[in-house]
């Protein structure tokens, strides 16, 4: 019988790989609690309505990428592709703007889109979220970017660049909606087959083509920029000032109009050139619309979500790593097979005084034992013969050195935590 895989586009982590991801999550989360965010847990499902009118008809997650079926009530359900309308449907849901103003909350999980894989693009993808809920201030904005930045500063990332436009807002985005569709009309018939199909319902989206001849057409299109009414003007230029003056790599892009529809004035993305074609590490904006297009009254927010599998691809391309995968301090070892529950115990005294220990549970051969400690990188072992037994004594190899000592059983845990911190209590 032919074996089972994974599905096309997803990915097993495995071993070798968890640790880095377990860090960087421990990492957004003490950056969350220094900013300030809490965690929030939603569901992976939600009703397809929610995604059809948060993030927009007309954009490529609603038409080609989302999986939706009915399920077994005839309800129709979606695996959520993205984390921000969940939570602005939550934030409305239990009623938060009764809660001190803004709303920082923060969650990760993984999110569901039909694309093309490729490195770096999976159809089961994992992000980190944040969102700031609740105030129209542009400071909320330099905010969300100098949060991801700060989780990029502690993984140890370097080289990263901010992309910045302003995509307006109901106001100002028809005026230039207008002047952009008279640029591309004259043209029409040399974009591509999307691009024409996008000309009336989302003309935006041609500008963010990424075939070569319709990049090549819009070239000198007008910049949204020029269209901006006075409100989303002076918001544009306190955000990008505050970004040069806390230091960040910035760089205006007026071609910069994100794949999903609910964003007003702020969208901005966060480029590493480790991830090739798939260079955004990140990907926000301000949504201030979003809430009333969901059925909520009107609740500004603004944030980001980042996707840790180009996170850790970009900490392996700049080799930034924490440290090294997580080790195991101590293997016992017995040399005779009655010595095995004294292992077990002596292994169970060793955890609890915060070690990280192991056995062999397979019954291999002392030589085979001390090898398997070895391959698995344990700094000490510990060998339980039948003298040890008798004595109540345990001999301990140090295999960076390969000396070895007797020690009482009952000092063991005391003796290796000195060896391993210099500290009796590990
Ligand atoms: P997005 O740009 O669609 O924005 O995705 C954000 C990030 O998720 C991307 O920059 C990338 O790191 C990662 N990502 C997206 N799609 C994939 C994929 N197929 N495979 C791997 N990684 C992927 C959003 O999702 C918005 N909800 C962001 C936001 C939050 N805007 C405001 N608040």
Redesign the pocket.
């Known amino acids: 019988m032919e074996m089972i895989k994974a599905p096309r586009g997803t990915r097993d982590v495995l071993g070798d790989e968890s640790w880095k991801w377990a860090h960087v999550l421990k990492v957004c989360g003490e950056v969350a609690r220094d900013f300030g965010f809490r965690e929030i847990l939603l569901p992976i499902f939600e009703h397809t309505e929610l995604f059809c009118r948060g993030i927009g008809d007309a954009t490529d997650i609603v038409e080609k990428e989302m999986y939706t079926f009915l399920d077994k009530g005839d309800r129709s359900i979606t695996l959520r592709p993205?984390?921000?309308a969940s939570m602005m449907r939550s934030y409305v849901e239990h009623d938060m703007n009764r809660l001190p103003q803004p709303l920082k909350l923060w969650g990760w999980g993984p999110m569901f889109?039909y694309?093309r894989p490729q490195k770096?693009?999976?159809r089961q993808?994992y992000?980190v979220?944040f969102?700031i809920i609740g105030v129209p201030s542009p400071l909320a904005d330099l905010e969300t970017i100098d949060t991801s930045m700060e989780i990029y500063r502690r993984l140890g990332l370097s080289n990263l660049q901010v992309l910045i436009n302003s995509v307006g807002c109901p106001k100002c985005r028809p005026v230039y909606r207008e002047v952009l569709k008279q640029f591309i009309a004259d043209r029409l018939g040399d974009f591509c087959e999307t691009c024409q199909n996008r000309f009336d319902r989302n003309p935006l989206r041609v500008l963010d083509c990424k075939n070569p001849g319709c990049k090549e057409l819009t070239e000198n299109a007008p910049s949204m920029i020029d269209s901006l009414c006075e409100e989303c003007r002076e918001h544009f230029d306190t955000v990008t000032d505050g970004l040069n003056r806390i230091g960040a790599d910035v760089r205006v892009d007026n071609r910069l109009v994100?794949?999903?529809d609910y964003y007003t004035k702020t969208a901005y993305?966060i480029l590493a050139g480790e991830l090739g074609a798939q260079n955004?590490?990140?990907?926000?904006?301000r949504?201030d619309n979003l809430a009333e297009a969901i059925g909520g009254p009107h609740v500004p927010g603004?944030?980001?979500?980042?996707?840790i599998?180009?996170i850790v691809i970009t900490m392996e391309g700049q080799n930034a790593y924490p440290g090294e995968a997580p080790k195991t301090d101590v293997f016992v070892v017995t040399a005779t097979p009655g010595a095995s529950t004294d292992a077990a115990v002596l292994v169970h005294n060793l955890r609890s005084a915060g070690l990280s220990a192991d056995m062999d549970f397979t019954g291999r051969a002392m030589k085979a034992q001390m090898k398997l400690a070895s391959q698995i990188g344990a700094r000490f072992v510990c060998i339980l013969g039948e003298d040890e037994i008798k004595s109540g004594t345990v001999g301990i190899k140090d295999m960076t050195t390969g000396e070895q000592e007797s020690v009482a059983r009952k000092d063991a845990s005391a003796h290796l935590a000195v060896a391993l911190t210099g500290n009796p209590h590990k």
């Not at 955004?280 to 904006?285: D, L, P, W």
Request: aromatic fraction near 12%.
């Open positions: 993205e984390l921000t889109r694309e770096g693009r999976y993808f992000q979220d969102e994100r794949g999903l993305e955004a590490m990140c990907g926000g904006g949504y603004v944030g980001f979500a980042s996707g599998e180009r």
